[in-house]
Antibody, heavy 126, light 110 residues
Framework: QITLKESGPTLVKPTQTLTLTCTFSGFSLSTSGVGVGWIRQPPGKALEWLAL???????RYSPSLKSRLTITKDTSKNQVVLTMTNMDPVDTATYYC??????????????????WGQGTLVTVSS | QSVLTQPPSASGTPGQRVTISCSGSISNIGSNTVNWYQQLPGTAPKLLIYTNVQRPSGVPDRFSGSKSGTSASLAISGLQSEDEADYYCAAWDDNLNGFRFGGGTKLTVL
């Protein structure tokens, strides 16, 4: 049974750095084709993909946020950490981590997130 | 404006069939596979369709996905009140070298 859970501060001040941890069970992040992604959702708005780390430590970031994001994994602890610098009130959102599956064939990329954490609401305010 | 374009809302009556469209481009839907997510109020998204047409275990066969060219669709047949939710399409975008969600469609069961 795959489970994921996000943890981190619920309130951060503008300009501070946010550090979120995704602790998971039921899979290994060293298994080929597996990844963990971060997705956020501002209140009342759409989902926004932030970052993805693959089993081989390859990393991908949202182009619009790339300069502010860092994603790392600790396979032995079954954790993935996302840091986001220079937080702003517009970054107020529920942040989700999710188990991802990746495959590539015939010049086609297939990526999907099949298990999600419950999400954690992060508010940015002074 | 999202790279993947969905209608903001859709509606139907119980038992009806509704479809939700997702329009993209050659760099995303045209080149890669599409997934669909259902988000019930106050809950985390749930994978509904992956690799264009596949349903995860436990997803009723009332839900079906299709893809043609640079567009994709989610069809829900035998609409039920519990289907009232937000629905998102998603795909990898080669140009952006990133994953993209559509803007979401709020489905109302009348």
């Amino acid at each position: 049974q795959i489970t994921l859970k996000e943890s981190g501060p619920t309130l951060v001040k503008p300009t501070q750095t946010l550090t979120l941890t995704c602790t998971f069970s039921g899979f290994s992040l060293s298994t080929s084709g597996v990844g963990v992604g971060w997705i956020r959702q501002p209140p009342g708005k759409a989902l926004e993909w932030l970052a993805l780390i693959y089993w081989d430590d390859d990393k991908r970031y949202s182009p619009s946020l790339k300069s502010r994001l860092t994603i790392t994994k600790d396979t032995s602890k079954n954790q993935v950490v996302l840091t986001m610098t220079n937080m702003d009130p517009v970054d107020t959102a529920t942040y989700y981590c999710a188990h991802g599956r990746y495959s590539y064939g015939s010049f086609t990329i297939s990526i999907y997130f099949d298990y999600w954490g419950q999400g954690t609401l992060v508010t940015v305010s002074s | 404006q999202s790279v993947l374009t969905q209608p903001p809302s859709a509606s139907g009556t119980p038992g009806q069939r509704v479809t939700i469209s997702c329009s993209g481009s050659i760099s995303n839907i045209g080149s890669n596979t599409v997934n669909w997510y259902q988000q019930l109020p106050g809950t985390a998204p749930k994978l509904l369709i992956y690799t264009n047409v596949q349903r995860p275990s436990g997803v009723p066969d009332r839900f079906s996905g299709s893809k043609s060219g640079t567009s994709a669709s989610l069809a829900i047949s035998g609409l039920q009140s519990e289907d009232e939710a937000d629905y998102y399409c998603a795909a990898w975008d080669d140009n952006l070298n990133g994953f993209r969600f559509g803007g979401g469609t709020k489905l109302t069961v009348l």
